[in-house]
């Protein structure tokens, strides 16, 4: 096992001639909790998607658990693997049931068989708190109740970190609770976290560094404590006024 | 009373407000009526009370001209049926008929909805039609496909060209989406040149030109050619009706995929290609019906597919005046087939609605 759990060496990203991301440097240890925000389009989702090879990146290093992301598929693949991730949109695939969503992978990719996967399954929809949904479809649920699936079956996979891309950003207010409940739990028993998202509550209780991204680079990052008392760049303040003023 | 007339008045008063609203209204409401009264009444007469039933009437036919002659079907309802068909082997086209019936009915049953169990259960029913159609096993005579006809040759070619062509569509619209530009392009190309060409120009072209480009060991039987010139064409336009239904699913399906570590044939297998078929539904289950009236056109080719077949019974000299019989009959067969196929369709949507979104 290397030391660091992501390890982000001078990473650029383009869209054709639009410079995405530029020199991103970046460590998450084992079992750190990182937030980062940013205003909207400053490429905050689009560097946890080149994590996990969703968005491809075209210069620098990128290392998941020691594994380098390359072209290689199986070290892709292998890195998919490690590395749970849980969407804006949630994702869940609308034709299976709740426990087919959460069995589906574990029984391909991990070749579990279906008894061993429906009861990892349960398991972890127990921990997130709806096991009695396990037979209905996605769309039969709230959204936040669909969002708490979709962690469950990212868990099912037992990655070793979880990437979170807006999770509650497509939530009814009185739904995020419910999700946010789930992801500080997981943050307390250990589990290497990266959590693009604005609330910033969850990020001054849970989080061991934010960092703060704009026009594709890194501009900030600290402890929450430092980072919302007491922030360095111009932009940073800016942008805690707007998203903490009101 | 009264209270039969407080039900019956929205009622009425409906009928009023739609029918009779103005004199003008009710003038072409009461004309539409007699007219549509008159045409039923007339179909009515002519189909069963001034029709001839009974085996072999055709002199009464001929004599009493204002009636259906039900008695051609009744006569000549095995040549429409089976065409060239040997008479006394005519019961293999049928039992043959039956276990292709059988196994579609079957596979609209969700328990054979497995990989394994769906094509095991076509496999099966192919061979056995193949075996009572084709004869040569277990001392039945061989009936080559050149003598095959009417009903069973048109289910036999509208099974062999979907269950081929199928097959073939999926792995098109696969190609047509892939990542390397030259593949997609070729494929598109590809498509785009088969679609523009009239299904008859190809069925000409497998049946009667192919043989002088291929080597002898891959000519095979006409038939088989045609069917797989049809199977290409039904998997051109079926391809892009399956990359409709592939386009409509969201990114993050596939991306949600990716990031649980699914490789690139689970993902097609497992998301996208269910979810792709349940969009696409509607327009497939057009293409199967097209597919299937258009088996008519192998006609031109020499093959006496049913419509051929109906044809050449009312040809005879005896039977020449039935030919509005002989379609009614025929298009009667097409009907029931068509109708059971999107009455299927409806249901499959009602059935998928569980699952949507």
């Known amino acids: 096992m290397s030391d660091q759990a992501i390890s982000i060496r001078s990473m650029n990203k383009y869209y054709g001639g639009f410079h995405a991301l530029k020199d991103i440097d970046l460590d998450v240890a084992h079992g750190e909790k990182v937030v980062i925000c940013g205003p909207s389009g400053s490429g905050k989702s689009t560097l946890i998607r080149c994590i996990n090879r969703l968005e491809e990146h075209q210069a620098g290093t990128i290392a998941v658990n020691g594994i380098p992301l390359d072209d290689n598929v199986d070290n892709i693949d292998e890195i998919r693997r490690e590395a749970g991730m849980v969407f804006q949109n949630f994702n869940l695939f609308p034709h299976m049931t709740i426990l087919e969503n959460c069995t589906l992978a574990p029984r391909l990719v991990r070749k579990q068989t279906r008894e061993e996967a429906e009861a990892i399954a349960m398991s972890y929809l127990e921990r997130v708190k709806i096991p009695e949904q396990a037979h209905k479809y996605p769309g039969e649920l709230s959204g936040g109740q669909q969002q708490r699936v979709a962690i469950a079956r990212a868990l099912c996979m037992a990655p070793e970190i979880m990437l979170f891309d807006e999770p509650t950003s497509a939530l009814d207010p009185e739904m995020i609770s419910e999700v946010l409940d789930v992801m500080v739990g997981l943050a307390e028993e250990g589990m290497t976290m990266v959590c693009v998202t604005h609330e910033m509550g969850f990020a001054r209780q849970v989080a061991d560094r934010v960092i703060f991204m704009a026009d594709g680079e890194i501009i900030e990052q600290a402890p929450p404590g430092e980072f919302f008392d007491n922030p360095s760049s111009e932009r940073t303040k800016t942008f805690l006024g707007q998203v903490l003023g009101h | ?357």
């Open chain 2, 1 to 357: 009373m009264t209270d039969l007339a407080i039900q019956s008045a929205p009622a009425l008063s409906k009928i009023k407000k739609h029918y009779f609203a103005t004199p003008l209204n009710s003038t072409i409401t009461v004309l539409l009526a007699a007219f549509t009264a008159w045409v039923l009444w007339s179909l009515f007469n002519w189909a069963f009370l001034d029709a001839i039933w009974g085996y072999g009437k055709n002199e009464e036919c001929r004599a009493h001209e204002h009636g259906a002659c039900w008695s051609f079907v009744a006569t000549r309802w095995r040549i429409v049926l089976f065409g060239l068909y040997p008479f006394e082997e005519q019961w293999r086209s049928a039992l043959a008929c039956i276990v292709m019936l059988i196994v579609a009915v079957l596979s609209c049953v969700p328990v054979f909805w497995s990989a394994k169990r769906l094509p095991l259960l076509w496999v099966v029913g192919f061979v056995t039609f193949y075996i009572l159609m084709r004869g040569g096993f277990f001392g039945l005579t061989t009936v080559v496909e050149r003598d095959w006809g009417g009903l069973s040759l048109t289910v036999f070619i509208f099974a062999a060209v979907c269950l081929l062509g199928m097959p073939l569509s999926i792995l098109f619209a696969l190609l047509r989406r892939s990542e390397l530009p030259w593949i997609a392009r070729t494929m598109a190309l590809l498509i785009d040149v088969i679609r523009s060409l009239p299904l008859l120009s190809i069925m000409f072209t497998f049946a009667i030109v192919l043989p002088f480009v291929l080597p002898d060991w891959a000519i095979g039987d006409k038939l088989y050619r045609v069917i797989v010139g049809y199977a290409i064409f039904f998997a051109c336009y079926q391809a892009e009706i399956i990359r409709g239904g592939m386009q409509a699913i969201p990114v993050g399906q596939e991306e949600a995929a990716k990031a649980l570590g699914m490789g690139y044939w689970h993902r097609i297998g497992y998301i996208v290609l269910p979810q792709a078929f349940r969009n696409a539904l509607p327009p497939t289950i057009n293409q199967f019906v097209i597919t299937f009236k258009e088996t008519s056109l192998v006609t031109i080719i020499g093959f006496f597919d049913i419509l051929a077949s109906g044809r050449a019974a009312a040809g005879t000299a005896d039977w020449s005046f039935a030919t509005i019989e002989m379609y009614v009959f025929v298009g009667l067969l097409f009907f029931v087939f068509v109708f059971s196929l999107s009455r299927y369709g409806a249901y499959l949507e009602r059935r998928m609605s569980v699952g949507s979104r």
